[in-house]
C-alpha cells in the first residue's frame, strides 16, 4: 500500500510542471515573469515589454537597417498574436533609462 501512494505521490509531482505550462505555455515557470513596463496598449492585461533596436543596427545614422526593422516588427507581431503573459512594442525613445 504504501509504495503505491508514494508512486501516486510522485506522479502527482510529474503532473505540476506539465500544468504550469499550459496556463502558459511558450513560459519557462522555473523562471520570475519580467518586470514589464506597465499594462499592454491593446487593453488584454498583459504586461507591456519595451523593446529598443540598438544604433549598432543602424544602416546610416538614425535609420536601423530596414531588414532588422522589419524582422523585429514581424516577430512582434507574431508574439503578441497569441496567448502569451508578455506583450512586446518597439520603443526607440533614446532619453528612457534601460
Not at 522555473?30 to 543596427?57: C, E, K, N
Request: glycine share 8%; proline share 8%.
Amino acid at each position: 500500500m504504501m509504495h503505491i501512494l508514494l508512486f501516486l505521490f510522485c506522479i502527482s509531482l510529474l503532473g505540476v510542471p506539465l500544468f504550469a505550462r499550459e496556463l502558459c505555455p511558450f513560459c519557462d515557470p522555473t523562471l520570475f515573469p519580467m518586470y514589464g513596463h506597465g499594462a499592454a496598449s491593446d487593453g488584454s492585461g498583459r504586461r507591456q515589454i519595451l523593446v529598443f533596436i540598438d544604433s549598432s543596427w543602424d544602416a546610416s545614422p538614425g535609420n536601423t537597417n530596414p531588414k532588422i526593422w522589419n524582422g523585429v516588427n514581424r516577430a512582434i507581431s507574431m508574439w503578441n498574436a497569441q496567448p502569451t503573459c508578455y506583450y512586446f512594442e518597439i520603443d526607440q525613445d533614446n532619453n528612457r533609462p534601460r
